[in-house]
């Protein structure tokens, strides 16, 4: 599990277990073919995930992996807690820590475990929103003779569905580059994922695709919002 690795860290993975770890640029790049692809005995995958900052706020931070059918090598640049969930995983000897392929699919689990977790608070700062606009309390605040009052309440709503939509186009971001990566990897299964393994990437797609459908929910009610 590789933070932020320098140049040397690099070639010391290299020389050590045959794995060259991508860079960041490489981890970048958009192109389906970047993202996954096969190089001997290596499989080769990368995606986005949604970090927090201390302000609460949101930014994508890309993640790799290669696996081989001993190794799994992670790259990462900052201190994401779906790594740690991961960590805590390997600590009980959960079946999935039994081989590369279980760690990558655990790894792939907690990285939608969290992009839910993100929905969830924006579907809940919306409803607070919400209850601001059309709640019981919503006429008295918009008659309100209290100009300052009334600009400060606006600003606010704004500013928490902006906050809220634009968590949420993040997710849906990250959403979208793993509605790419489990189809390949489901079409891959055979030969990356033991048996017992293979079925769970089956039900990861299926959340994916749930949770694309809240995030436009989501984007419809902020936009209902902003209107």
Known sequence: DLIDPDEAERDWVARSIGVRPPTRAELEEIESSSRMHEEGSQLHLSATIVAREPSGDGHLSPVGFVLTPQILVTVRFEELKAFGMVETLMTRRDPLARSSGGVLVAALEAMVDRMADALERVAGDLDEVSRRIFGRDA???????????????????????????????????????????????????????????????????????????FETHLTDKVQLLLD
Do not use: F, T
């Not at 809220?164 to 509605?179: C, N, T």
């Open 139 to 213: 006429a008295a605040v918009g008659a309100s003779r209290d100009i300052s009052r009334r600009s400060e309440d606006l600003r606010s709503a704004l500013q928490s569905v902006g906050r809220s939509g634009d968590l949420a186009s993040k997710v849906r971001a990250s959403l979208h580059g793993l509605a790419r990566v489990l189809p390949y990897l489901i079409a891959q299964r055979a030969r990356w994922l033991p048996e017992d393994v293979a079925p769970r990437i089956k039900i990861l797609r299926q959340d994916v695709v749930s949770l694309n459908e």
